[in-house]
């Protein structure tokens, strides 16, 4: 393979092997990689890899392939890097990084204002244990956030469903946002830079919004006008 | 012959998965299907003792992968019954020493050979568990009535779920239905509200697992005790019989569970 050394760019790091991918179709490029690894074996085996995909869009039918190929290698593939949010989200769900040390602080934005009809996170689903779902704006999960799930939003966040995970809404530091669920029981609120945990509670759960009220976070029951 | 490739996982350790195999084994095999189990717990293998065969290891899963033997050279029949085989892990290895994709080779070799590959799944959500779970067509996640137990399968099931695989089932093991009662241990319905995956069978806690495990002699072997007859459940529900779920035999417990259908 002549052009193999233009679409892949081998650097070592301190956590093992940095990998960049060039631009191209994602076969030709997963072949090379591939190839350039079985050109030098002895080098690669037992290496700790992380990828830098750039912008192409993974999903599971992709990256579990090249986990096993990598693996039947040798080699761990540890952390994919993306510019693509579907790809992070795929390499998350499959337990890789998506960063190579901690996230350095996030860019300080204005957080998405509630009710401005900005586009939200949709999340159709349940999320468990051990998923952790970052996003600048507001986030909206149809299901359950089961303990040991987390969601950082920039915004408000709102659970149609029960809460008993992480949960950090304004975490850019906006005040004025809100977090809703229909059992609102997290192992740990946080808005801007306030913590709560919830207190222990009897009888039937009901839907709750819980806000920042003069510095301290406050949960109140939802209830429809009389 | 195509077999179904069955993996018992649960994240955390500890919670019963080899006891599982090895009863669901026996149980498929009394029913007259041909039943391979696998440990794919390399390293630290248990398989082989609980199912009583460990003096008769010769070759291992990893002599297989690595070709040092043949597939029916590793398979020790279990003699007590007409088809149960065991394919032992190694001991001396560990879970570096095989790759998913030849754990999904082998599994479709094994396939041709029998009607059920069982595959018992190290703890832990690493290496050995992406092994164990390589080449199944089903997963049942066995989980025990205590919240890092159902925290730890809660993970293990979202990690199933990510590689879009059918959504694995759920065994219930170690259940005490008089703490239930007395509100000291989570409930059928607590598990399940929190897992949302669907329950194929439920065990309860019985002294008898211990002491058969160290005889090696898996309970299953005679159906009178308790635990045993959930194992013959399992085995029914996944040959596709309807079973109820009855093996606590607590009357509040079992209408709540009637009436969540």
Known sequence: MSNTAALIDIKGIRDGLLVKLGEGGWPALQAALINAIDERQAFFKGARLALDVGGQELRVAELTPLRDLLSDRGIFLWAVLSESSITEQTARNLGMATRLSKPRPPVVRPAAEPGEGEGALWLAHTLRSGTRIEYPGNVVVMGDVNAGAEIVAGGSVVVWGRLRGVVHAGAQGEKGVQVCALELSPTQLRIASEIAVSPKRKGKPQAEIASLKDGAIVAEPWQTKE | ?261
């Open chain 2, 1 to 261: 012959m195509t077999g179904t490739v069955l993996t018992v996982t649960s994240g955390k350790g500890g919670v019963g998965k080899t006891t599982a195999i090895a009863n669901i084994g026996v149980a498929l095999a009394a029913k007259g299907q041909k039943v391979i189990c696998v440990d794919g717990d390399i390293g630290l293998r248990n398989l082989d003792v609980v199912m009583g065969l460990e003096n008769r290891i010769v070759y291992d899963l990893v002599d297989v992968i690595e070709g040092r033997c043949r597939l029916r050279q590793a398979m020790i029949h279990d003699k007590r019954l007409p088809e149960l085989y065991l394919i032992p892990a190694a001991q001396t290895r560990d879970k570096t020493a095989i790759s998913p994709s030849d754990m999904a080779r082998l599994c479709n070799d094994l396939r041709t050979e029998c009607d059920w590959v069982l595959i018992d799944s190290p703890a832990g959500i690493e290496r050995g568990f992406h092994n164990a779970i390589a080449g199944a067509d089903k997963i049942i996640v066995i989980t025990n009535p205590e919240i890092s137990a159902v925290r730890d399968a809660d993970r293990v099931i979202g990690l199933v779920e990510a590689e879009e695989r059918e959504a694995p089932q759920l065994i219930i093991n170690r259940l005490n239905p008089a703490m239930v009662k007395r509100g000291d241990m989570l409930s059928v319905d607590d598990v399940l509200d929190l897992l949302a995956i669907k329950l194929i069978g439920l065990v309860p806690e019985d002294e008898n697992v211990i002491v058969a495990s160290n005889r090696g002699a898996p309970l299953t072997l005679d159906a009178k005790s308790k635990a045993g007859k959930a194992f013959h459940n399992i085995a029914r529900r996944l040959l596709g019989d309807e079973v109820p779920f009855d093996e606590l035999d607590t009357p509040g417990l079992l209408q709540r569970l009637l009436g969540r259908k």
